[in-house]
Each structure stands twice: as structure tokens, then as C-alpha cells.
């Protein structure tokens, strides 16, 4: 058995604690799992946090007497049935954002990490919640996550100061760029700016705790996560692809934010910046559902067969929605919203969207639009 073997932390991804065992041990990541514990497998040549080998696993549980059951916990396998079904070995993955493993390198900006996270760790560590690409925001210290280092730009690979012949590793350097070594726990966190304090609010919670359903609390119709992720992947590439532009004079206009050129990519290809924009967008879009959203599909002209060109299959709760754009929706002209503003001054009542909403029987988002018809 191995002299130190450091005990896994809260939500620690598999990869981040085998670098951590190899490094108190005192060896690069090569030397110790080659020669000292006699695996010859490729462990840093493929994505190690998907499905490591039984083999692998049975000799990490003898060498740390590591239970399995927390072995097979820290591998992304742990998501199955909420973010996707089920994991699969190779290829994309819904959620899952795509390193681009090259021999010993990631070419994308498939690791996440929270700066303040790393500053704060008594011993840096990554999590497995970092490689979700829903997570874009810290759950802990609600700050963008990141997924470069801002002074060179190169992905987090941490892996890499374990590797290379002459190099004596230390846990620390979990906190450093493999490639410049600039202090990743000191970089300046970014606070995510967005008009709706409810979005946000909704994003923190949806990280953090996907299990509790909270968009049940938006009488959205998703009796488990499955269906939910689908139908947010689905609302996400709506916005996301060519018809992403057609919804700014809601994001731009009403509420102020900047604008979004329109992205082939998927959204697990994309950089955290943008999809931290793409959920806000989203969260706004999901609240007082399905009014909001039915609402901003006919602002951007959208109608249901456009939205449901894509092949995938739609869950019930957006179908639902999706369906009531073909119906048409009366909406009063400017000399109705006048004479019914009029009326709300002939009974000295004053004339507000609350006012108009309940005399049009409209939600909020509407009643707004309205009162604007008065000035």
C-alpha cells in the first residue's frame, strides 16, 4: 500500500485526485502509475474521468484501499440519468464539455475552474461539477467560471506538471497554468452581469442542485431532469444558431444587454463567456412560463415550424408550448391601449402595466409593452 494516500474531497473529479495521489507520493504522473504501481494502460492519453478501466480501478483500490463505490463516484459516469441517460465510452455528449484529448493534450477548453475556488482550497483540487457545461457560474462564490488561463491562453491541463522527464511535482501546482505558471487562484473573478435577479438565481440553484427540480418552481412540467435538459439544450441552440439575432430587440432593447452574433457550434464547443450569456438568456426566457418565451417567439418572428426543424425530439413540457405559437394571439391596437388607459383615469384609478395587464387579461411581459403604447 502506498505510504500517503490523500483522501478525496467534496465533488473532486477522478483525474484531479490521481494527480494529487501520484504528486504526494513524490513521483511524475508516469513514473508512479508505470513503475511504481505497474499499470501500463493509457490513463492522460483519453478522457480518464468518463469510464476508467476495472483493472485500473481494482490496482488504485489496492495501492489507497479506496472503496470502488468512490472510485466509480468521481468518474462523470455520477451524472448518468441527469444531465444525460447514459455515459457513453467515446465521442460527444450532451452537457459534457469536449477536451479534444490529443495524445497528452487538450485542445479544447474542456476543464472549468472557479479562481476564487483555487484560492480559497487549504489544497487545490478540480471538481467534476467543473466539466458540466451548464456550469457557468460558481455555485460557491456565484462568480463566471473560466476556462483558460488569461495570461497565455492555454487550457487547464493539470495533468501536464506531472509530466516530463527532470520534474519534481507538487500538489500546488494544481493551482498554477501548466504552461506559464501564472497563479490561476489569483486571477480576478468576473460577476456575472445580467438586468433579472431571478435568472440568476435560477442558474445558481439549477447548478448546483439539479436533483431538487427547481424548475418546478417555474410550473414548468419536467417530473424529472431528463426531459428538463433536453428541452434547455433545445431553447439554448434556438438561441445560440441563426436564429439567435431575431430575439435582440428583447435582449438589447428591453433589457439592455449586449448583443449575440449567431454560433454554429454546439454548445459544448463554445467558451464559458458566451455560455454564460446563452444561459442567462435562457433562465429570462424560462421564467413565468410559458407566457415570457411564447411571447419572445412572436417579438422574433418564430413560428412552431421553424423552431422544430431539428430532428431531436422535443419534451412534452416545451412541445406544449411550442404548439401555441401557431394559434393566433389577438393583441390591442395603440387606440385600445388608449382608451382603455383612458377609462383607468375616468375611475382615478392610475394607469400602470399592472393596471392594463389585469384589464387585458395579460401577463407581466406584455402589460409592459402596452403601458408603452401610452406615452
Known amino acids: 500500500m502506498l505510504p500517503i494516500h490523500p483522501q478525496p474531497k467534496q465533488g473532486e473529479i477522478l483525474s484531479s485526485w490521481l494527480v494529487r495521489l501520484a ?18 494502460g493509457a490513463i492522460w492519453t483519453r478522457d480518464i474521468d468518463r469510464h476508467p478501466s476495472e483493472q485500473f480501478l481494482q490496482l488504485v483500490n489496492e495501492q489507497t484501499q479506496q472503496p470502488l463505490s468512490v472510485l466509480r463516484s468521481m468518474t462523470l459516469s455520477a451524472y448518468e440519468g441527469t444531465y444525460f441517460p447514459e455515459l457513453p465510452l467515446h465521442g460527444d455528449v450532451t452537457w459534457l464539455l469536449a477536451l479534444g484529448v490529443y495524445h497528452r493534450d487538450h485542445k479544447r477548453a474542456g476543464v472549468q475552474y472557479c479562481p476564487l475556488c483555487l484560492k480559497t482550497d487549504s489544497t487545490p483540487y478540480y471538481r467534476m461539477l467543473w466539466r458540466i457545461a451548464s ?25 501536464r506538471h ?8 507538487y500538489v500546488e501546482d494544481l493551482r498554477h497554468c501548466y504552461q506559464c505558471s501564472l497563479d490561476l487562484g489569483g486571477v ?11 435568472s ?10 439539479p436533483e431538487l427540480s427547481p424548475w418546478r418552481y417555474l410550473h414548468i412540467n419536467a417530473q424529472c431532469s431528463i426531459p428538463f435538459f433536453i428541452g ?46 446563452l444561459m442567462l438568456r435562457a433562465a429570462w426566457l424560462l421564467q413565468e412560463w410559458p407566457d415570457r418565451f411564447i411571447e419572445a417567439c ?36 395603440q387606440q385600445e391601449v388608449l382608451a382603455a388607459a383612458a377609462y383607468l383615469v375616468r375611475k382615478g384609478e392610475q394607469v400602470s402595466w399592472e393596471a392594463l395587464g389585469e384589464l387585458f387579461g395579460v401577463q407581466r411581459d406584455w402589460a409592459k409593452r402596452l403601458m408603452k403604447m401610452t406615452r
Not at 23 to 40: D, I
Not at 137 to 151: F, G, L
Not at 242 to 260: N, Q, V
Not at 313 to 326: G, H, K
Open 200 to 209: 440568476l438565481s435560477f442558474i445558481t440553484t439549477l447548478i448546483a442542485h
Open 162 to 169: 506531472g509530466i516530463g522527464r527532470h520534474k519534481i511535482p
Open 23 to 40: 504528486f504526494s507520493n513524490g513521483f511524475p504522473l508516469h513514473t508512479f502509475f508505470n513503475s511504481l504501481l505497474g499499470y501500463k
Open 188 to 198: 480576478s473573478p468576473r460577476q456575472p452581469e445580467w438586468p433579472d435577479c431571478h
Open 135 to 159: 456550469t457557468v457560474i460558481c455555485p460557491v462564490h456565484y462568480c463566471a467560471m473560466e476556462d483558460d488561463c488569461p495570461r497565455c491562453h492555454a487550457p487547464v491541463m493539470f495533468h
Open 298 to 333: 412572436h417579438v422574433a418572428h418564430l413560428s412552431r415550424s421553424r423552431i422544430t426543424e431539428y430532428p431531436d425530439l422535443l419534451p412534452f413540457w416545451l412541445e406544449e408550448a411550442i404548439s401555441r405559437l401557431d394559434q393566433r394571439i389577438y393583441s390591442p391596437n
Open 232 to 277: 434547455l439544450r433545445a431553447i439554448l441552440r434556438l438561441l445560440n444558431c441563426r436564429y439567435g439575432p431575431r430575439f435582440e430587440p428583447i435582449f438589447c432593447g428591453e433589457l439592455g444587454t449586449p448583443a449575440l452574433p449567431p454560433s454554429r457550434q454546439d454548445f459544448e464547443y463554445l467558451r464559458s463567456e458566451r455560455r454564460l450569456t
